[in-house]
């Protein structure tokens, strides 16, 4: 049987069918300034990302200091203004992104590399 922990450690409960997610979790991903799916976000983040083919991963160029790509979920972890996280097929962060026409897309991640700011 699984035991949820207290806040103070002791007296753990068991859990009984589902546990029921707070309001303040499943509200999560509208705490950002920009609506969800807005042209606004979805500038923000064509502005901010550069996918590297090769790698097949997506490159951060506003953090110059990540040595390393995100792949597709983190991607849409990280891109929950554009698209809740869960979304799937279409409707996900990394598919507006793949699908937008102004999407910076590179062969090499020394190209990638070159185009952070």
């Not at 002791?10 to 509200?27: F, H, I, Y």
């Not at 490159?59 to 979920?73: E, I, P, S, V």
């Not at 869960?86 to 999407?103: D, K, L, M, T, Y």
């Amino acid at each position: 049987m699984r035991m949820r922990k207290t806040l103070n450690g002791k007296n753990p409960k068991p859990l009984r069918g589902k546990t029921v997610a707070t309001k303040e979790k499943d509200e999560s991903w509208k705490r950002g300034k920009m609506k969800v799916g807005s042209e606004e976000a979805i500038n923000a983040m064509l502005d901010r990302y550069v996918y590297v083919i090769q790698d097949d991963e997506y490159y951060d160029t506003y953090d110059t200091y990540a040595t390393y790509g995100m792949k597709g979920r983190q991607f849409n972890k990280a891109n929950t203004s554009v698209a809740p996280f869960g979304s799937r097929g279409v409707h996900s962060a990394e598919a507006i992104f793949q699908n937008h026409p102004r999407a910076r897309k590179v062969r090499y991640c020394s190209e990638a590399k070159q185009m952070r700011r």
